[in-house]
């Protein structure tokens, strides 16, 4: 029945090819007329032939007769005159009506084709038909065969079975000599091996173990596990945990590995052993086999391991205390040597003692370089450097890098470039302050040995298929090259090519590891390509986040001033800032109202019903956290006043502990006109959810639009006054700082003196200065001393540049560690 079903299944499917042409063909027919065609009925016949002739065309049952070239000839015309009907089926109406007759008079054509197609189909599968016949016959035969040789091979399987019985037979002695084996071993090996019944008295033990707990199987055998091996003070626990075992069959130790357990001896010796633990079902019951071992040696030898390992650790870490301590003890009489060569530079000299002193400078300003990368060094080691996501346009960024390294360049008679290869990125999110230091470093490399020659940066988007990395960037040079066996060895710390090269460059080897920690810190990778007088390729693979271009970029956010005046207390300690803040208020309309502490915060908002309290945080006796709570304790409607920090503190977890402790809201510091403004809305909305903050990791820029604010705000005489004061303020911090800091002032005095000229230094301008005033803050919170002199160390160079824009008529600026 199931062969029959699959020639009737082939005939229906015949025939239905030739019903659904004709069907077709009277569709066509029926609706020759334009305009009374219906064109739904003559796309569904259509499909429906479509599909009926895709069964003769793909289907497994017609592929003998597809074998048949005519069969095949004239599927092929139909299937041809399908394909083509199919751009008027699936087409506009308007034009399928139009070629209605012509499909009709093709379709007709066509009608000995499908006819041709029945009558081959038929014949064939009749003669299929004989075949199976044929072959069912001579598989019935094949049977008769079959069924003698499986009763021949009966009889065999009956002759092999008394050979295999013999052979059990044969294995079971062997088996009894392989246990007498296993107890041979079992008795010679160093593990001691403990066979206890299910109640925990012991069965069977071998010799490791009468060695190891000082029992003999005599002795142990019927006696309690418990009372022979485990401590006393952990008996009533072991026979707990029998009881468990026999009560509902389960143990938390058989079956899950080696636990660490302590053991005594028959002298009441404790000792540690490993132990692990198995059932077994013998012919006796069911017993539990103990393998124990003890490891008083191993944990002796752990112990000695992890001292050595912590001195190890203790080592390392006093290294890069020593080298960061004694790089900034350097880096101090350096830094008065370099800014007295500097006023020496600005007296009457003659042309000898100048090139003395430009010689000594230089030379000096080489020595200060060096001692920067050994600190960038200790800084790595003492696992202080971390990564800072910001948002920047890479095109501009890199451009930025050749236009700083051009004048370098050009001293070498060197071009500099850079170039996307293919697809490019615009916005990308990634740190760019350890980028830019990489690309100088790199860049600065390719100049130093490239003289009348070509640099390029080249920048190519990747497939990811090197970790998360996306984006290749390559510094290729036409310089001297390095020789493949220095390649090998170039990115380690202190390593140059030779000593020709050491002369020629002058450098200490440092640069290419710091970048090597740079690229890793980043999750990236590094390496060099290069061939000895014809150049260096220098490759990073870096993951970057590509990003929609900040909403800040195209302009100044524009928000409006509130609605109504309010009348608004300003809490705040330094001069400038509460100055600046009153201006912004008091141009918007609002009334204003300064304290410069806490107390005086406190007794004002007791007295006077105000709409909004900007609170500093770090005020002299009682700060502004602590004004707040005092604030919230007074009586209604006083404690109800809505309170927005004003600090230029402004990571998360700092936010937050200002709004556990009664604050409404956060500005940062400076201030800028659309938060203020905004967060004043949102008073007036009493929608207070707010939490500004200046943008993520601000790029160092010495001086930035901030300064164009104040300016603004202030004119010129009042803007000159408070410049020189936060000038003076500057060398003051500076100078103090140039006095061993940590004796002299102590962490928590730096970090308070650098928070207090922080927001002074943000709201002219002064970027680069501030964000190095906020490391040392931090660093000095946490209590970190080393990492509190690396940056210490570097803070003279951003002040002098600083000075040098705010105030060029300045000719030095005071000299700090």
């Known amino acids: 029945m199931l062969r029959s079903a699959d020639t009737d299944s082939v005939q229906w499917t015949l025939s239905q090819v030739e019903i659904e042409y004709l069907d077709f063909l009277l569709t066509l027919e029926r609706n020759s007329d334009p305009q009374r065609a219906d064109l ?238 198995q059932s077994a079902q013998t012919e006796d019951g069911d017993v539990i086999i103990g393998f124990l071992r003890d490891i008083s040696q191993q944990l002796n030898t752990e112990a000695e391991l992890r001292k050595a390992r912590d001195q190890a650790l203790a080592g390392e870490k006093a290294k890069a205390n020593f080298l960061a301590v004694m790089s900034h003890e350097i880096r101090t009489p350096l830094n008065g040597l370099l800014g007295n060569l ?190 000895p007088g014809e150049g260096s390729v220098f490759w990073l693979r870096l993951p970057f986040l590509s990003v929609a271009e900040p909403a800040s970029v195209g302009g100044e956010e524009k928000v409006k001033a509130s609605d109504r005046s309010l009348s608004i207390l300003i809490a705040e300690d330094i001069e400038t800032n509460a100055f600046v803040a009153r201006r912004l208020l008091e141009r918007d309309g609002h009334t204003v109202t300064i304290v410069t502490d806490g107390l005086s915060a406190v007794a004002r908002a007791k007295l006077e019903l105000f709409d909004v309290i900007l609170m500093d945080i770090s005020m002299p006796g009682m700060d502004g956290l602590q004004a707040t709570q005092e604030i919230r304790n007074a009586p209604s409607p006083f404690c109800d006043i809505p309170i927005l920090a004003f600090s230029a503190n402004v990571l998360p977890e700092q936010t937050d502990h200002f709004r556990a402790s009664g604050m409404n809201g956060f500005i940062g510091k400076p201030l800028q006109l659309p938060e203020l403004r905004r967060a004043l809305q949102a008073v007036l909305k009493k929608s207070l959810s707010i939490n500004s903050a200046p943008p993520e990791n601000p790029q160092p820029n010495s001086v930035d639009e901030n300064a164009t604010m104040a300016q603004d705000l202030l004119d010129q005489s009042e803007y000159d006054t408070f410049l020189g004061r936060f000038l003076a303020e500057g060398d003051a911090l500076l100078a103090e700082l140039a006095q061993e800091p940590l004796e002299t002032l102590g962490l928590e005095t730096i970090a308070s003196k650098c928070h207090q000229i922080r927001s002074t230094a943000s709201l002219f301008g002064a970027t680069d200065f501030a964000i190095s005033l906020g490391h040392i803050e931090t660093a000095a919170k946490q209590e970190d001393a080393v990492v509190s002199l690396i940056e210490i160390a570097k803070l003279s160079d951003v002040w002098a540049a600083t000075c040098k824009t705010l105030d060029p008529n300045r000719t030095s600026a005071p000299v700090a560690e």
């Open 40 to 277: 739904s009925v003559v796309r569904k016949d259509f499909d429906i032939l479509y599909s009926r002739l895709g069964i003769l065309s793909n289907g497994k049952l017609f592929a003998s007769v597809r074998e048949i070239d005519s069969f095949l000839n004239s599927v092929d015309k139909l299937q041809l005159f399908l394909d083509q009907t199919i751009a008027f089926i699936d087409g506009p109406d308007d034009t399928l009506r139009l070629a209605i007759p012509s499909l009709l008079q093709q379709t007709a054509t066509l009608r000995p084709e499908v006819r041709s197609l029945f009558i081959l189909g038929l014949a064939r599968f009749a003669r299929d038909s004989d075949m199976q016949r044929s072959q069912v016959f001579s598989t019935l035969t094949q049977l008769a065969i079959v069924s003698l040789t499986i009763l021949v091979g009966l009889g065999v399987l009956f002759i092999y079975s008394l050979m295999a019985n013999a052979q059990i037979q044969a294995r079971g002695r062997a088996l009894t000599r392989a246990n007498a084996r296993m107890r041979t071993i079992l008795s010679t090996t160093q593990e001691a091996v403990i066979v206890a019944d299910t109640m925990g008295n012991v069965v069977d033990l071998n010799t490791a173990a009468e060695s190891t707990f000082g029992y003999s199987l005599a002795e142990a055998k019927g006696q309690s596990i418990g009372d022979l091996i485990v401590p006393a003070e952990q008996q009533q626990a072991h026979r707990m945990g029998f009881e468990r075992m026999v009560r509902t069959g389960k143990s938390q130790l058989i079956g899950t590995g080696r636990v660490r357990l302590d053991a005594r001896n028959a002298d009441g010796k404790r000792f540690p052993v490993d132990l692990a633990m």
């Open 342 to 531: 500097t006023l020496i530079s600005k007296t009457q000299l003659d042309a000898d003692q100048t090139t003395f002193t430009r010689n000594m400078e230089v030379s000096g300003r080489q020595l200060m370089h060096h001692v920067n990368s050994i600190l960038d060094i200790a800084k790595f080691e003492s696992g202080k450097t971390s990564v800072t996501q910001s948002v920047f346009h890479l095109g501009r960024f890199l451009q930025e890098i050749i236009d700083s390294q051009s004048g370098h360049a050009g001293h070498n008679q060197t071009t500099i470039e850079w170039e996307w290869l293919g697809s490019s990125m615009a916005w990308v999110k990634a740190d760019q302050t350890i980028l830019e230091q990489i690309l100088l470093n790199l860049v600065g490399n390719a100049i130093k040995f490239t003289h009348a020659g070509r640099i390029s940066i080249e920048v190519e988007q990747l497939t990811p298929h090197d970790g998360d990395c996306n984006v290749e960037l390559r510094i290729i040079d036409s310089g001297i090259g390095i020789s493949e066996a220095d390649q090998a060895r170039i990115f380690e710390d202190f390593e140059t090519c030779d000593s020709t090269y050491t002369r020629d460059s002058s450098g200490t080897g440092l640069g290419l590891g710091i970048a090597r920690r740079m690229v890793q810190l980043l999750g990236g990778k590094i390496g060099v390509e290069s061939t």
